[in-house]
């Protein structure tokens, strides 16, 4: 467990010595320093966590040692005692940057809960500032899928050889699987990944504004078109466009973007002037374009020019194994963006969010933790924090078990469930089972549950 060091700076040597002897009994490294000058060449040294100044001191004043470590040192927070109290005083120490303001005598018992809020508070904001770091990182450096799932492994295989090609791609699967995340992870690994990518979603826009957004227009070509605008191809020239939900456009622009895919031209709304582009294509559905073929909704051609390579992205449901990871990982983002320090999650709250379908994939389930996240007061999130459609499923005595799963599979998910419903205990889940208590932790080790 780490110890803080805290840094006393005082003229008269009782009360340091006080304040040491009070803050090694409850736990902390302490230093001291009998004016500003030596304080902040202490500071300067390194390893002080927290600093306790006088106000009124000869030299550099305990209002420009304040001043100082605001400026320098951000992250220590400071503590102002002087005998001299007044409420200028308190707002000239606030004002410089003081954590709090205490007058003398000193009420010790006050003091330690200042000191222990105050160190509290740093140690959050570093956690946060290093989660945030991770975070910025993660983000910029690719775009990788969260998961150990061989359902998942088999997507990012697919990935590592589509994306170097110059192959057009399909993605499919349900909404929420985090298809754009595939068609940017595809983007990043092709030799296009420094030029632009380029999302339009197909079913947000009108049949009139999606042909004008892809392909662009020239002034005057419908009423409110007062200048020339570029279309999302244009935009995209020497780098990828996605098209999410494909399947939505309408015959007259599949005539036009079966035009790009064979020939690379098109000409804007309005214009007679032919553009060439070199624009690699991913599109993205969640129906069955097959489907609409047959009922002639949806073009041959255009569909075969489309799917010269198939990434179907499988559901939440069909990768069980990536939940408590996808759990953890937005547990930490929200924590991040609310300024919280919540631990993880209760075993009826795993039990719930392990049992229930999700039928809105990731994105429901990325909602999901975001609402826990704020309705939690807690270290752990409980299952009366989750929403109430995934509670109804934590209050659920029922254990399912998919079909097409192998034996090894369905004794996993008997495994875990039945040591959720117990809070952990493994004795008790072992009589349940009808094992000994040294083979539920054989085959805990072999199924790598935790």
Not at 128 to 140: D, P, Q, T, V, Y
Not at 144 to 171: C, F
Not at 291 to 314: K, Q, S, T
Not at 344 to 373: Q, T
Request: net charge negative; proline share 2%; aromatic share 6%.
């Amino acid at each position: 467990m780490r110890t803080f060091t805290i840094l006393t700076i005082d003229d008269e040597e009782n009360i340091r010595n006080g304040l040491a002897d009070n803050f090694e009994l409850e736990g902390y490294a302490v230093k001291q320093a009998a004016d500003g000058k030596s304080g902040l060449k202490l500071v300067e040294e390194g390893g002080i966590d927290l600093v306790i100044t006088d106000l009124r001191m000869d030299g550099i004043s305990g209002e420009e040692v304040v001043r100082r470590l605001a400026t320098e040192y951000p992250g220590i927070p400071v503590i102002v005692l002087t005998g001299h109290g007044s409420i200028d005083d308190a707002t000239a120490a606030i004002k410089a940057g003081a954590f709090d303001f205490l007058t003398k005598p000193l009420d010790l018992d006050h003091l330690n809960i200042v000191v222990k809020n105050a160190l509290r508070g740093k140690e959050l904001a570093e956690q946060n500032r290093e989660l945030k770091e991770k975070l910025l990182k993660s983000s910029s450096s690719n775009y990788d899928m969260i998961g150990k799932s061989s359902e998942l492994a088999k997507v990012r295989s697919m990935i590592d050889k589509a994306g170097p090609t110059k192959a057009n791609v399909l993605i499919t699967g349900e909404s929420g699987v985090g298809k754009e995340l595939v068609a940017h992870a595809i983007h990043d690994k092709s030799s296009r990944k420094d030029k632009a990518f380029v999302v339009v979603h197909c079913a947000a826009l009108s049949e009139s504004l999606l042909e004008s957004e892809l392909f662009g227009f020239e002034k005057g070509a419908f009423t409110g078109a007062e200048a020339q605008h570029k279309g999302r191809f244009e935009l995209a020239d020497g780098g990828t466009i996605f098209l999410d939900e494909i399947g939505e456009i309408n015959q007259a622009t599949q005539v036009k973007l079966l035009r790009v895919l064979q020939e690379k031209k098109f000409e804007r709304v309005g214009g007679e002037k032919t553009i060439e582009v070199d624009v690699r294509i991913v599109a993205a559905t969640n129906r069955l374009l097959e489907e609409e073929v047959r009922a002639g909704h949806f073009r041959e051609d255009l569909y075969y020019r489309l799917n010269v390579v198939r990434i179907e992205m499988p559901a939440l449901r069909e990768r069980k194994d990536d939940i408590p990871l996808l759990m953890h990982s937005f547990l930490r983002e929200f924590n991040v963006e609310n300024e919280k320090n919540i631990k993880g999650f209760d075993n009826r709250a795993k039990s719930a969010m392990l049992k229930y379908s999700w039928p809105g994939n990731i994105r429901e389930l990325k909602n999901c933790v975001e609402s826990a996240v704020v309705m939690c007061n807690g270290e752990e999130i409980r299952l009366e924090d989750l929403p109430n459609s995934v509670q109804l499923k934590g209050s659920e005595e029922a254990i399912t078990i998919p079909l097409g799963i192998t034996m090894d599979e369905a004794e996993k998910i008997i495994i875990q469930e039945n040591l959720a419903a117990n809070n952990g205990n493994k004795s008790k889940t072992a009589d349940i089972l009808g094992i000994g208590r040294k083979t539920l932790h054989r085959k805990l080790e072999e199924y790598g549950i935790q």
